[in-house]
């Protein structure tokens, strides 16, 4: 290999390194609190594009470059120092790239997940150990140093040979799914939607596996999700089971204190409470299959232009494409009793209301007839509150306060001792009507596992709603007593209809 290639394949892999790095970096701030301090280096947006991109042309420059060394290999004549650090350099790369394509396949992430996050930090050593003696030698004339004196036809050609296939690469993993196969369920075959899955229809429904990550409270932030799928002519059940370590059914429950009531929370008041809050479930449709939550996902406290930050400066969810991805939220305090999922959507970033505390910009829920739950405190502060209503005796120790079992608050009636707990979730009505009422659910818990069971018609007639049909594809994540820190996978599943 000539020099002048060298010093651009070099090149080549500074910016590719550093693309992955920085946006690398944005990834872990989703999981690593103690990292926020960074959070205005780093870039922000919809970043799985660049980390795939980047990714895949590192992927095949690396390739390609140890193709070329066994070859035409570069000669030099390195220190004993500079050897090592370049093996390490090679090491953390090669560690780095096949971590990020298991996690990118859903493989192996117990062990590759934390394999991917610590050779992050071996990279930064590395850059530090590789680089400050070229900047002790050139200074600010780093840049003309790292940057080759002529360009050659040769190396041009084969740098955009590098830069096509990776892009290729990139363009067929961005696309790649793995198949749910929907088996058929005949007209006479009933399932009851009570959250055990036992009806023998299920053994014929062959189980889709995802392992996810990067969830608060989760054992190492990872879940096993096991999804099963059955149709009939009108309507398609799910049976998904996760794994979770606790049953987690409270809600941001009320305290009673000696100053009277406040919510017992840590981190609701930036809309991250991982402590005191409930399991939860989101399921992501899309007509699309783009790798990375299709789009839809945007990092950072401020990522989207004209619009207000985030509390807790994770990011947003938006559809920027003018297309609707669908969303079911099932929620172990708030919809379980209703024997529904919330029916959501992710949609454009919605306007900005006057005296908006909480802006969720495109995360949107859809519309409704009647029925609702309602936090049970007339206004919030961190330090007091007032319940709305107070339970009649019976439903006391209820974790959802019926409306039609409780009476309006007076502080006559308030009898409550210091410790005493309410619910902070007051059904106005058994369930939701509607369209949001769209997804049937109910789910259980036993010995370290969630199971739910969920049914929708293939067609609502909803706006908000995508069809169910071979091509549509599904996104799941998993919350273990968390508001918004979820379980995530890159590769979505793609329904296969036998029907």
């Not at 919330?342 to 306007?351: E, I, L």
């Not at 789910?443 to 909803?462: A, F, I, N, Q, Y």
């Amino acid at each position: 290999m000539r020099r002048v290639t060298f010093v651009l394949l070099h090149a080549l892999v500074i910016v590719l390194v550093l693309c992955s790095l920085f946006t690398g970096l944005r990834f872990s701030l989703l999981t690593q609190d103690w990292l926020m301090f960074i959070s205005p280096l780093l870039p922000q947006g919809d970043l799985y594009p660049w980390h795939l991109a980047s990714g895949s042309i590192l992927s095949v420059l690396a390739a390609g470059y140890l193709l070329l060394s066994l070859l035409r290999p570069y000669r030099s004549n390195p220190d004993l120092y500079h050897l090592w650090v370049n093996r390490l350099g090679y090491v953390v790369i090669l560690s780095l790239i096949c971590s990020g394509w298991f996690l990118w396949a859903g493989q192996f992430v117990s062990v590759m997940q934390p394999m991917h996050f610590y050779s992050l930090w071996l990279l930064l050593l590395y850059l530090v150990i590789h680089g400050w003696i070229y900047f002790i030698q050139h200074g600010k004339h780093i840049l003309s140093a790292l940057l080759p004196k002529r360009l050659e036809k040769q190396g041009l050609s084969l740098l955009a040979g590098v830069c096509i296939t990776g892009f290729l690469l990139f363009t067929v993993t961005r696309h790649s799914t793995e198949p749910l196969q929907v088996a058929h369920l005949a007209p006479d075959e009933f399932i009851e939607i009570d959250g055990k899955g036992n009806e023998p229809h299920w053994m014929r429904a062959p189980v889709y596996t995802i392992e996810t990550h990067g969830g608060a409270n989760f054992d190492d932030g990872r879940s096993t999700i096991h999804v099963q799928a059955l149709a009939n002519q009108y309507e398609s059940y799910f049976l998904i089971r996760w794994t979770d370590p606790s049953q987690s059914t409270h809600h941001l429950p009320l305290l009673k204190t000696q100053n009277g009531w406040k919510v017992q929370q840590d981190g609701f008041y930036r809309f991250d409470e991982r402590t005191f809050y409930e399991d939860k479930l989101a399921v992501m449709l899309s007509p699309s299959c783009i790798s990375g939550a299709d789009s839809t996902t945007y990092l950072g406290k401020r990522p989207l232009q004209g619009k207000p930050s985030n509390w807790h400066g994770k990011g947003f969810h938006a559809s920027m494409d003018g297309e609707i991805r669908d969303l079911w939220h099932w929620k172990a305090v708030r919809t379980n009793d209703m024997y529904l999922a919330d029916d959501n959507f992710f949609g454009p970033p919605a306007k900005v209301q006057q005296g908006q505390r909480r802006y969720s910009a495109g995360y949107q829920p859809d519309g409704k007839e009647s029925g609702a739950y309602v936090m049970n405190w007339q206004w919030y502060t961190p330090n007091a509150v007032i319940p709305k209503r107070l339970p009649d005796p019976k439903n006391a120790d209820l974790s959802v306060l019926p409306w039609f079992g409780s009476a309006p608050y007076l502080s006559r009636n308030d009898k409550y001792p210091p410790g005493s707990t309410l619910s902070s979730i007051l059904y106005r009505s058994n369930r939701f009507e509607g369209d949001r009422a769209d997804v049937r659910a109910r789910g259980l818990w036993d010995k370290g596992m969630w199971t739910l069971e969920l049914v929708r018609k293939h067609e609502t007639g909803s706006v908000h709603d995508v069809a169910l049909k071979n091509g549509t594809c599904m996104w799941f994540s998993a919350f273990d007593h968390a508001q918004v820190a979820h379980t995530r996978h890159i590769r979505p599943a793609v329904l296969r209809y036998s029907l």
